[in-house]
């Protein structure tokens, strides 16, 4: 397996963890739930950005045919960020977004693998490619602070700071 391709299986490895973490939070935590949608959000249009400017010795993944399924859940993502998260309907909503992000993955997979390049060739690129998503990563992250709403955080108040007891959870502004 060639540099390129183990980053890009090592950054689909992540996606899948982020859809299988927030499947299991379902009702339990919304608002963990919400942040690790936003994570992943950032992570996958991060990468998105990248990758369909990103050319490896000709090959391009914006070739790979999974351009309508990212459109889809680049759709999806912000839609589920702007919904409340105990809303009817979120979690059927968060299943096509899983859907059209593993079909995606699945077809990159298959255009990467079929890449004939250099041990040099993909080393480079895969340096590249990860310099470049960090940056687009960071971008987003920053974009999604500015444009999100705020919302509430859990804190531990500061009576329960020092002890040993269990800390009791209060919400109190961000």
Not at 32 to 49: H, K, N, P, S, Y
């Amino acid at each position: 397996m060639s540099d390129f391709q183990r980053v890009t299986q090592d950054d689909h490895t992540t996606i899948r963890l982020y859809l299988g973490a927030i499947r299991r939070i379902g009702i339990y935590n919304p608002e963990l739930r919400v942040e690790a949608v936003t994570e992943l959000m950032c992570f996958v249009f991060a990468r998105d950005q990248v990758l369909m400017q990103f050319d490896v010795q000709g090959h391009r993944i914006g070739d790979d045919g999974g351009h309508i399924e990212r459109q889809c859940y680049h759709g999806i993502l912000p839609r589920l960020l702007a919904m409340d998260p105990n809303e009817h309907g979120w979690h059927d909503l968060f299943n096509v977004a899983h859907s059209k992000i593993e079909s995606s993955l699945l077809s990159e997979e298959m255009i990467v693998g079929s890449w004939p390049l250099s041990e040099e060739e993909s080393r480079k690129a895969a340096d590249d490619y990860v310099g470049r998503r960090e940056a687009a990563l960071t971008e987003m992250r920053k974009s999604a602070a500015r444009s999100l709403p705020r919302r509430e955080r859990f804190a531990v108040p500061e009576s329960y700071a020092s002890s040993s007891r269990p800390a009791a959870v209060a919400l109190q502004p961000a």
